[in-house]
């Protein structure tokens, strides 16, 4: 689910992760990206394009990541508890 809103709205999505920083630096990329296409007038879509495909390509990997990290914790855990 968080995966969804990360790619159709990926501050978000961020925001959901608990990456408050990443969200903003995610949103300000999505700003410049629409930014360009008004001040071009639609004539440098594809780079705005390509900024938008960065910023849910960020997302999407710091979701990935930051789920990865809170399994990994929740395995040191159990281990640690399984030790002592």
Partial sequence: MIYL???FVPPLGLLFA????QAILNLS????AFL????TLGFASPISFGLWLAAV??????VHNSRA???NRELIDAMRQNRG
């Fill in 5 to 7: 809103v990360a790619l």
């Fill in 18 to 21: 608990g990456k408050f920083i």
């Fill in 29 to 32: 990329l999505l700003v410049i």
């Fill in 36 to 39: 360009i296409l008004v001040g």
């Fill in 57 to 62: 390509i960020h997302a999407v990997l710091v």
């Fill in 69 to 71: 990290e809170a399994r």
